[in-house]
C-alpha cells in the first residue's frame, strides 16, 4: 500500500523547479477527481507527483497571496490525506533578522500582521476584535505557533535557521514599515502566503514544515540587489533534506508502532 505524501506546496512553479527536477518517476496531476475541475478554473494548478529521496511527494504551485494558497491548499489537503505539508519558497528577511541573503529558514510560528483593525500605529489585532481564526483551544488569532519538535527536527536536518514567519496581503514596500512590522510582531521574514497555509494545515490537524531562501531584504525594492536564484536553489535542496528527514522519523514511528 502507498504511504500517504507529503504534499510540496509553493505559490509559483518556478519556486518548485529544482524539487520537481529531482523527482523519480514524476506523474502527472496527483489529484483524482476534484483536479479535473480545478485545472479547468485556474490554470495555474499544476500537481506532479513522485519520489523524492525515497519519499512518495505530491507537488503544486497554488499562486500568491493567502486566497490562492489557502484555496490551492484546501483542494490539495482534501484530495490527497498527506502526512505532512512543505511549503517552500522565497521570502524577505525583515531589516535586524540577522538572516543572510541567500540564506535559508524554518518557520517557527506564523502571524498574520495586517488582519485586524487599523493601521500604522492604531492597528489592533483579531483577538482585540474577538474574531478567532480558528476556534481551536485556546483560539488561534493572528499567530501559529508550529510544532516545536517538528521545527527542530527539520532545523536539524536542513541547517536552517527557525525564526517566526510573518504574512502580508501586500508585500512591505519601505524599510520604515519593514522596521516597524519586525518590532510589532516580533518575526524574521516576510512572505504573501504562509500563515494561511499555516492556517488550513491546522485546521486539517497536518503537520506543517515552512522553509524559505531569503531573496531581499524587507523594504529594498532594488531588485537588482535581490538574489532570487540562490534563495530558490536553496530552499528546494533544504526542503528535499527535509522530506528525507520525515521519511525517516515516519520510518521510525511505524517500527515502534510494530514492537
Known amino acids: 500500500m502507498t504511504p500517504p505524501p507529503v504534499l510540496i506546496l509553493s505559490a509559483t512553479a518556478g519556486e518548485l523547479a529544482p524539487l520537481r527536477a529531482s523527482l523519480e518517476e514524476p506523474t502527472g496531476s496527483a489529484l483524482a477527481g476534484p483536479s479535473t475541475v480545478v485545472e479547468a478554473v485556474v490554470p495555474w494548478w499544476n500537481v506532479v507527483g513522485g519520489s523524492l529521496a525515497g519519499v512518495n511527494v505530491a507537488t503544486a504551485s497554488t499562486g500568491i497571496g493567502k486566497v490562492n494558497a489557502a484555496a490551492g491548499a484546501v483542494v490539495a489537503l482534501a484530495a490527497l490525506r498527506p502526512s505532512h505539508v512543505v511549503l517552500v519558497g522565497i521570502g524577505g528577511a525583515y531589516p535586524g533578522s540577522g538572516l543572510e541573503l541567500g540564506e535559508v529558514a524554518v518557520a517557527s510560528s506564523e502571524v498574520h500582521i495586517d488582519s485586524g483593525v487599523g493601521h500604522d500605529a492604531s492597528w489592533q489585532d483579531l483577538e ?33 535557521k527557525p525564526v517566526p514567519f510573518a504574512t502580508s496581503e501586500a508585500v512591505t514596500d519601505s524599510l520604515e514599515l519593514a522596521r516597524a512590522f519586525a518590532a510589532r510582531h516580533g518575526v524574521a521574514v516576510e512572505s504573501m502566503e504562509g500563515a494561511a497555509v499555516a492556517q488550513v494545515a491546522r485546521a486539517y490537524g497536518v503537520p506543517l514544515v515552512e522553509l524559505r531562501g531569503v531573496s531581499n531584504v524587507v523594504g529594498v525594492r532594488d531588485k537588482a540587489r535581490w538574489r532570487i536564484a540562490d534563495a530558490i536553489r536553496n530552499a528546494c535542496a533544504a526542503a528535499e533534506l527535509a522530506v528525507e528527514a520525515l521519511g525517516r522519523a515516519q520510518g521510525e514511528d511505524s517500527r515502534k508502532a510494530a514492537v
Open 128 to 160: 482585540a476584535m474577538g474574531f478567532p481564526l480558528l476556534a481551536t483551544e485556546p483560539p488561534t488569532y493572528n499567530r501559529l505557533e508550529l510544532d516545536k519538535r517538528l521545527v527542530r527536527l527539520i532545523g536539524d536536518a536542513t541547517g536552517a
